[in-house]
């Protein structure tokens, strides 16, 4: 059985859904921050545990061959909100979930982490760079990813095989659909405003890939051999795009129905982070390619969002740090007022 933490996330979903057609017997644990809608479809065929890994019950662990750890605060906005929240789950909960695995005599430990870590500035060097690149992550949510990367890293051995996967800024169509990432953002604006906003002439450069790339990237580092990713940390990308490239590639992918207008904003002192990476290492060693093009993922997704209902763009729930602050919110109002009813 295989244990996916953060399941009923966003890449979460679509890898449950991956595995599932794989024959997998897969227990998902999951906060449930967002419901259960998104696992709606494959409910039936899961073993669905509520819980939160700072309070880890060792139970949820039985009969578990291998875990794929996605659970987490995910974003900067969020991480930033809450930075305290962010350390305890994002490094803290990481640590005593592995230490748990390890214990139980779990090997392969999948760590979902990010790109992010490249970030050095929009003024920083532009250069390429790889898993062996020095990284001096800035931001919240980044820095605890590079401490729960480092402890994972330093439990590597016989008994225990973690591997780190670092992903692009991640885009396509997910049963938890967001619309807070660049790609699907922009397909949001373009079906609702007509245009595409582009700040600071969209100079700055994201690796990028598509969900669905994203889940089986996971699959291929928990079936490939020990010897080839105990302790490793491997990129993820499809494409390293420039934001301006981007809005046009989703403008064209849309042209036929939408055709929108680009707005470009040359306001040089708006800063944001730039980087691009390389995702060789995981194509030459593991031999897998990410194959999911931005324009077949904006495709799909806007037939997806029509045939699943995901077209009220606006709700909070698509939108992790304005869910998030809203179920802060109701959980102070909650504590003055008691049962809504």
């Known amino acids: 059985m295989i244990l996916v933490t953060g399941g009923a996330g966003y890449i979460g979903c679509v890898l449950v859904g991956e595995l599932l057609k794989k024959g997998e ?4 644990l999951d906060k449930l921050y967002f419901g259960e809608k998104g696992l709606v479809h494959n409910r039936k065929g899961i073993d669905l545990v509520q819980g939160d890994i700072r309070s880890l019950d060792p139970s949820v662990l039985d009969g578990v061959d291998s875990v794929i750890h996605l659970g987490g605060l995910s974003n900067d906005p969020t991480a930033e909100y809450n930075p305290r929240a962010n350390m305890e789950i994002n490094y803290g909960g990481t640590k005593i979930l592995a230490e748990a695995c390890r214990k139980k005599g779990i090997k392969r430990f999948v760590f979902a982490s990010s790109c992010s870590l490249y970030d050095k500035g929009l003024f920083a060097d532009d250069v390429l760079q790889d898993e062996t690149s020095e990284v001096q992550p800035r931001a919240t949510y980044a820095v605890a990813k590079l401490k729960a990367e480092k402890l ?8 225990f095989c973690p591997v780190v996967l670092r992903q ?6 997910s049963p938890r659909m967001r619309y807070d990432l660049v790609v699907n953002t922009f397909l949001r604006d373009a079906v609702v405003d007509k245009k595409l906003k582009v700040f600071f002439g969209g100079e700055m450069w994201r690796p990028l890939v598509d969900v669905t790339d994203a889940a089986k990237a996971f699959i291929c580092l928990v079936e490939v051999d020990e010897d080839k990713v105990n302790g490793e940390i491997f990129n993820l990308c499809y494409k390293n795009y420039r934001i301006l490239e981007l ?3 989703v403008k064209d992918a849309l042209k036929d129905k939408y055709s929108p207008e680009i707005e470009v904003d040359h306001n040089s002192n708006m800063k944001t982070r730039s980087y691009r990476v390389s995702s060789k290492k995981i194509e030459q060693v593991l031999d897998f390619t990410p194959q999911v093009s931005v324009r077949d993922s904006v495709e799909n997704m806007l037939v997806q969002i029509k045939k699943n209902g995901y077209m009220d763009f606006m709700n909070p729930r698509y939108y992790n740090i304005k869910w998030m602050t809203l179920l802060d ?3 102070k109002t909650l504590k003055k007022i008691g049962s809504v009813f």
Do not use: K, Q, W
């Not at 994972?152 to 008994?159: E, I, K, N, Y």
């Not at 692009?168 to 169509?173: C, K, L, M, P």
């Open 247 to 249: 809005a046009h590639g």
């Open 329 to 331: 919110e109701m959980e």
């Open 168 to 173: 692009g800024t991640v885009y396509g169509f």
């Open 152 to 159: 994972l890293l330093g439990m590597a051995g016989d008994d």
């Open 25 to 28: 017997a897969v227990r998902v």
